[in-house]
């Protein structure tokens, strides 16, 4: 492996670029024509232009990213996070062009890529699941069967989904048919599949994920678990490691089940195992595999001091990893921010456009993933995420209160941006003292104006 093809886009590209450099790794950044001039095109040794500004003509065209890797003499491709990261037929496109796909093998992404095939896979291995359908639903009277049967309220989810797209709460009988309609109409128009499945909804829940490694000489392993329950429509916003809430003989069985999982399925490569849990009934459920590197890795980087890129190009390379189980070490705590350009005073309205002044924060215990700087103009076109703003301590308090005094120093004009919520929801008692679930941004947060009492 000599020369990667960075087959993405903002922040994850300026890391994997940076990662490539440390290993002594050529790298071609793609560009779409709205990211000409952006940061990844700065540092990486090539920038290709791959077509218009929006992203269905551009970082999701899979034989556009094959063309350009092969045009430009690269024998690898890092798909980053979201596009064609978790695309079976783009791995497959790659590796019949011998281009060494950077992430798991094509069979397992297909698997997991499939939440009813997951969801059953995990079943088989007695691993948790919430109780619901074992198979997709053919019609809205299936789904009031199931309803019925496990008790409202019950959550409809795209088989194909991800990010909260095809999604819905149902409460209550009457509300079904229409959630049912439009569910699956926005899993066609997201995924080109509207199959559905049903699940018991679960109140006041966690939601827990383990990072997971694997390389194809026999080791699989975990790296600790990450808590992303501070979450608004399903969409995550802050994340920290450890999980603040879980018992250590829950964590034990839960990080054993995501390393069973992993291993079974035949991975390779970084990987999220994503959970919820309800920690007063100490229990948890198996809800979805994440093939690819998460949004949210610097927190588990943080804590445990692996280079999770790093090892998914020594994976990728045919390499065994660089540690095993037992030298795994989980120290002090990590608490990540995801700064949207997004005014959440206004319903988190996207704000794109010119920022005329940035100034990042910096010290100790803190890391800036980002690929913007003064003058970057933000398009419109895709995922408002600006920078991620993570700060270690050695404990989750002076974690949470290094983060807040770095939120407070950090400068951005010209576009709104959540920073300023971010704020108030790091100074928010029930943060302080963990008493959250997925759904406390939306019913207590924004419900009592963001109060910090």
């Not at 034989?63 to 996070?81: E, F, I, L, Q, W």
């Not at 009934?281 to 980087?301: A, C, S, W």
């Not at 910096?362 to 700087?373: A, K, N, Q, W, Y």
């Amino acid at each position: 492996m000599k020369r990667v093809l960075v087959a993405n886009r903002g922040e994850i590209a300026v890391r994997v670029i940076r990662a490539c450099r440390a290993l002594g790794l050529e790298t071609v950044a793609v560009y779409s024509e709205a990211d000409r001039g952006s940061l990844a095109t700065q540092l990486a040794d090539r920038a290709l232009c791959i077509g218009p500004p929006r992203s269905s003509d551009s970082y999701l065209r899979i034989d556009t990213m094959v063309t350009a890797a092969r045009g430009t003499g690269c024998d690898a491709v890092h798909p980053g996070y979201g596009f064609l990261a978790e695309n079976a037929a783009f791995a497959e496109m790659c590796a019949r062009s011998e281009l060494t796909f950077v992430g798991p093998p094509t069979q397992v992404i297909r698997l997991m890529g499939d939440k009813i095939a997951a969801r059953q896979f995990a079943a088989k291995l007695g691993v948790p699941v919430i109780s619901g359908t074992e198979d997709a639903l053919h019609s809205v009277e299936e789904a009031s069967a199931v309803a019925a049967e496990v008790g409202y309220p019950v959550l409809l989810k795209a088989a194909a989904g991800g990010g909260g797209r095809g999604m819905r709460i149902v409460r209550a009988r009457g509300e079904l048919r229409e959630a049912f309609e439009r569910a699956r109409a926005e899993a066609q128009a997201a995924f080109d599949d509207g199959r559905l499945y049903v699940e018991r909804f679960v109140e006041e829940a966690r939601h827990v994920e383990v990072q997971v490694l694997a390389d194809e000489h026999g080791q699989c392993l975990h790296l600790g678990e990450r808590d992303c329950s501070l979450q608004r429509r399903h969409q995550k916003l802050v994340e920290e490691a450890p999980s603040p809430v879980l018992p250590d003989a829950l964590r034990r069985e839960l990080l054993e089940s995501a390393v069973t999982l992993a291993r079974e399925a035949g991975y390779r490569s970084a990987g999220t195992i994503e959970f919820l849990v309800e920690p007063a009934r100490g229990r948890y459920y198996f809800l979805e595999m994440n093939t690819r590197i998460q949004v949210e890795h610097p927190v588990t980087e943080m804590v445990t001091g692996v280079d999770l890129v790093t090892e998914q190009f020594r994976v990728a390379a045919g390499s065994r990893l660089s540690f095993d189980q037992d030298q795994v070490h989980v120290r002090g705590h990590a608490i990540e921010t995801r700064v949207n350009a997004e005014a959440p005073d206004a319903g988190f309205r996207p704000s794109p456009g010119r920022i005329t002044s940035w100034a990042a924060p910096e010290g100790e215990g803190l890391r800036v993933d980002t690929h913007c700087f003064e003058g970057y103009v933000v398009p419109p076109f895709y995922d408002s995420l600006l920078a991620k703003t993570i700060a270690f301590g050695a404990n989750r308090e002076e974690a949470r209160s290094r983060l807040l005094a770095a939120l407070e120093r950090f400068t951005v004009e010209g576009i709104q941006t959540t920073i300023p919520f971010h704020r108030r929801v790091l100074a928010h008692s029930d943060f302080i003292e963990s008493r959250i679930h997925t759904r406390w941004i939306e019913e207590s947060f924004l419900g009592s104006g963001g109060r910090t009492s």
